[in-house]
Every structure is written in C-alpha cells, then in structure tokens.
C-alpha cells in the first residue's frame, strides 16, 4: 500500500474534518485514493482532523498513517466545530491546491478529480453544488429539503457575495490555497464556505454538480443548535445590519449639523442640506471601512466619487420610497402611516443594493 515519497511537496492537500466515522474511513480512503490516481494525481496529502472521537476513529487513522506517508492525522484537544477543524486543516496544508470534504461519504470522491481540475484550469474556488444542473441530493425527506431552500434564500438575500455559487451552503469544495485569503471572519459556525466568499468577494468561481449521498454509516452531527448558529454566522457576514446600523448613526449626526447650523444661521435650507449632507458623509465613510470592509482592497475609485455615487443611490432610495408611499396611499387607498412605512422599507432595500452592488461593489 506504501505508494508515498513520489514527490517532495504534495500538489493537493484533502482536508477531511472527522468526528465519529470510524465505519467510514476506509472505504473514504480507499475510494478517495483510487479516484485520484485513476485520473493521474499522483502528488497529494490526506489530511485527517479529528476533535478526539470517541468511537476509534483515531486508531483507524493511525492504522492508515503508519502504512501510507501521504495520511496525515491532527487530533484537536478539547476543541469542536466543523469550520474551525477545517480551518486548521488548511493551516497546515501544504498544497497549492486544497480540497474540503465530509469524511461519511455524502460527498463522493469520485467528483474530487473535477473539482482540482477547475482550479488547475484557473478558478479560484470550485463548489461540488447539489443545486447545479446535473446534480441532487438523495433520500431526503421533504422538511430536510425545505430547510436547506430557506437556508439557501436567505444566504441569498443576506450575502450578495454567496451568490456566485449555487450551492453556497456545500461542504465540498476545492480551492487556490495561493490566491485566497483563508481564515474565518465569522469565528465558527459549520459552513465554512460563507467566510471564503466573503473574504475573497471577487474570486472566481465554478460550479460541479454532484449528488449528496444517504449517509452509510454514522450519525449526522447537524442539530437545532448547528440551524441557529448557521443563521448568527450569515448575520455577522451580511453587510445589511452594519448598513442599517450606520444610517441610524447617520441620523444623528444629520440632526446634530442642522441643529448647529441653524442655530448659528437661522436660514432652514441651509441646514437641512447640510445635515443631509454631513450624514451621507458620515456614512459612506463608515461604510468604506466597516460595512463593505471586506471588499476594500479591490476597489479602484477615490473617495469622493464613491460618495458621489452614493448621493446619487441615496436620492434614488428616497425616491423610490416616496413613490412606493404615493402610489400604495393614492391608488391602492392604504392608510398613509402603514404607506409611508412600507415606502421607508422599499427605499432602504433599493438603496442598499445601489450601494451594495454599484457604489462599494
Ligand atoms: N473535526 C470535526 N469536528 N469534524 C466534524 C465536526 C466537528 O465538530 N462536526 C462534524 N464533523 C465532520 C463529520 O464527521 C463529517 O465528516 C462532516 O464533518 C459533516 O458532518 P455531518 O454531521 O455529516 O453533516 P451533514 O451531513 O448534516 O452536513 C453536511 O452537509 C451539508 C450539506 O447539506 C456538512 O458537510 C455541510 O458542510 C454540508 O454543506
Ligand atoms: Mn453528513
């Protein structure tokens, strides 16, 4: 079985997060390791993250290390958490190349050769997508589907940066260890694939099909608890609460410039306008280094044409809210408080993603 030592540094590095799988880290091994060397991958590491199961996960591993140099093993002590075990995983990988995916062979390794094909052909990131054409999820009962849509809806609605992938919840995916930036901004959380798009919001990225298998042997470790955080991790990412957050702050600091000036001037225009002003100032900066931090180092135009822009998103949301409370009140007779309301909410989704998609884009 000893086929190692065939190069010095692996090209690929498989980060594979267990914790009570014992029944299935062989056929994983066997399977995983006939995949890549029928389609010519020679130059790879298995790199195994365990957070001390207890059910001889481990011996299996060890077993497996101690005939084959090219499996690696990291127990983590006193430490659990999908993401943060892959995280680790990564940290320690050597290849140019790495690949993340679960260890009960829900994840096929027969699409592995796929995944590092794309990014050796210059993506950046490749998902395995149950959602893609082509692929599916097998045996899973209505709810379980239901939930996964919702889930997938909301990362849509909260993260603009999910987006690029169909499947942004997947747990299977390859990426360019050289060109992303890893870690995990969220802290932890099971999908660790959030934290890569939205720290690398302009990479490339590919979509494989693949279908999410029964699950042979073993428990599923997902629970209520793994739901509520999935949702705290899409909340810290999302840049829509910090926006929402910094146009409340914005105005105060509006009130506070007119209340100045008109106290200095006596002249109502005047310090109206430059609260106005003083607030959508206030904001684009805030916005420039907290809300759309993340994408700060690829941004190309000065300041002042992104609060230019941003003056010009902003009166395109207040428009949209006026007309949106005219039209409900005047032609659809709604009363003008619940009008006016609703018409506050359209103008802060159309400036949002003005902002969002045009200014700090
Ligand atoms: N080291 C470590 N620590 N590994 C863990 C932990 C942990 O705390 N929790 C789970 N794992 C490992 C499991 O051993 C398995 O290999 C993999 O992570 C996925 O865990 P499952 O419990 O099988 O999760 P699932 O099948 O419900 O969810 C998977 O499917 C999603 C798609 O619906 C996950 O892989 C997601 O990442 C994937 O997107
Ligand atoms: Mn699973």
């Not at 993340?100 to 490749?126: F, K, W």
Request: aromatic fraction near 8%.
């Amino acid at each position: 079985m000893s086929s190692g030592g065939r190069c010095d540094r692996p090209e690929i590095s498989i980060i594979l997060p267990t914790y009570n799988e014992a029944g299935n880290i062989k056929p994983l091994y066997s399977r995983l390791v006939s995949a890549l060397e029928a389609s010519g991958i020679k130059c790879f590491e298995l790199i195994f993250v365990d957070d001390e199961s207890t059910d001889g996960t481990i011996d299996v591993i060890e077993a497996l290390a101690s005939s084959d140099p090219r499996v690696r093993l990291i127990v983590r002590r006193g430490e659990r958490g999908l993401a943060t075990a892959i995280l680790e995983g990564l940290k320690r990988s050597r290849g140019n190349i790495a690949v993340v995916m679960d260890t009960d062979l829900q994840h096929p390794p027969e699409t592995v050769p796929s995944l590092v094909e794309a990014v050796r052909n210059g993506y950046d990131i490749a998902v395995a997508s149950r959602y893609a054409k082509g692929g599916g999820v097998e045996g899973w009962s209505r709810l379980r589907l239901v939930m996964s849509r919702g889930a997938s809806i909301l990362a849509w609605i909260l993260l603009p940066e999910s987006r690029r992938t169909s499947d942004p919840m997947s747990g299977f995916f390859a990426l360019n260890t050289r060109k992303l930036k890893i870690s995990a901004k969220s802290g932890k959380g099971f999908k660790i694939l959030l934290d890569l798009l939205y720290l690398n919001p302009y990479a490339k990225v590919m979509d494989i099909p693949f279908t999410f298998k029964k699950r042979s042997s073993g428990k599923s470790k997902l629970t209520w608890r793994t739901m509520a955080e999935y949702v705290v991790q899409l909340l810290t990412l999302s840049s829509m609460p910090k926006f929402l957050a910094v146009g409340a702050l914005g105005s105060i600091v509006n009130l506070l410039v007119f209340t100045a000036v008109y106290r200095s001037t006596g002249i109502h225009e005047l310090s109206s306008i430059l609260g106005f002003e003083a607030g959508l100032i206030h904001n684009a900066i805030l916005h420039d280094r907290f809300t759309f931090a993340n994408r700060a180092k690829w941004r190309r135009e000065g300041f002042l044409v992104r609060l230019l822009k941003y003056n010009a998103s902003s009166a395109g949301g207040i428009a949209t809210g006026v007309l949106t409370s005219l039209i409900l009140f005047r032609l659809a007779g709604v009363e003008p408080l619940v009008a006016q309301a609703l018409g506050i909410g359209a103008g802060f989704i159309v400036n949002f993603t003005l902002a969002s998609k045009y200014v700090w884009r």
